[in-house]
């Protein structure tokens, strides 16, 4: 079983809907989460982290947490064209990040 | 959020050469840092761990002889591939954390820097 495993992609949204991205782990020692974004060619852009059950918002984007279920996702509002990326999920079960393999979203305009 | 910088961001070279990376943390001291390959259409491999003043702490299967890492101060870390080859062509991204006020203690967050895009001919 992968350590962090998110849900296969590819995710087509249209422009001004809900994108919503789930990664479930498998350490429950894992106390740290974040969501990275990823343009094609680029490097990985660190866009939320969370650490306490719950929601944590932050302009557009939400990201719940939840230990005892062992999975925390992504949401996207208003979906624009430039949120067409790569999404990672990782986790922080020592000093490493353990990362998903990655959601491709992809906005429809 | 906090900036790393890497430098070159592209670099051709013929093979057998080597090919020396930088990664610096602009605006934060970085007790580790990290380094990772990315091949196209694949997820982020990581290579190893860079602590500043001790050696690195390799993956499994990842070649320490062959991929040099120097940290050299709690700012700077450097990764040299050593007598490249086609096969080591590859997208090098490296990271530095940083730990946040008000979380576990465990709670580091991860920057990545832009990478560097090596191909050996």
């Known amino acids: 079983q992968k350590e962090v495993e998110q849900n296969s992609g590819p995710l087509s949204v249209p422009e001004g809907a809900i994108a919503s991205l789930n990664c479930t782990y498998s350490?429950?020692?894992?106390?740290?989460f974040f969501w990275y974004r990823q343009y094609s060619g680029k490097s990985p852009e660190l866009i939320m982290s969370?650490?306490?059950?719950g929601d944590k918002e932050d302009g557009r984007f939400t990201a719940q947490l939840n230990k005892a279920s062992q999975y925390v996702s992504l949401l996207i509002r208003d979906s624009q064209p430039s949120d067409s990326a790569t999404y990672l999920c990782?986790?922080?079960?020592?000093?490493?990040?353990?990362f998903g393999a990655g959601t491709t979203v992809t906005v429809r305009a | 959020g906090a900036v790393v910088s890497q430098h070159p961001s592209r670099v051709i070279c013929k093979s057998g050469t080597s090919v020396k990376i930088e990664c610096r943390s602009l605006d934060f001291q970085a007790t580790t840092m990290f380094w990772y390959r990315q091949f196209p259409k694949q997820s982020l491999m990581l290579m190893a761990t860079s602590n500043e003043g001790s050696k690195a702490t390799y993956e499994q299967g990842v070649e320490k002889d062959k991929f040099l890492i120097n940290h050299a101060s709690l700012t700077l870390s450097t990764l040299t591939v050593t007598s490249a080859h086609p096969e080591d062509s590859s997208f090098y991204i490296c990271?530095?954390?940083?730990?946040?006020?008000?979380?576990?203690?465990?709670?580091?967050?991860?920057?990545f820097g832009p990478g560097t895009r090596l191909t050996v001919l």
């Open positions: 990782a986790v922080n079960p020592d000093y490493k990040l353990s």
């Open positions: 969370i650490y306490s059950n």
């Open positions: 990271s530095a954390s940083t730990s946040v006020a008000g979380g576990p203690s465990s709670y580091n967050e991860q920057f």
């Open positions: 350490d429950r020692v894992s106390q740290s």
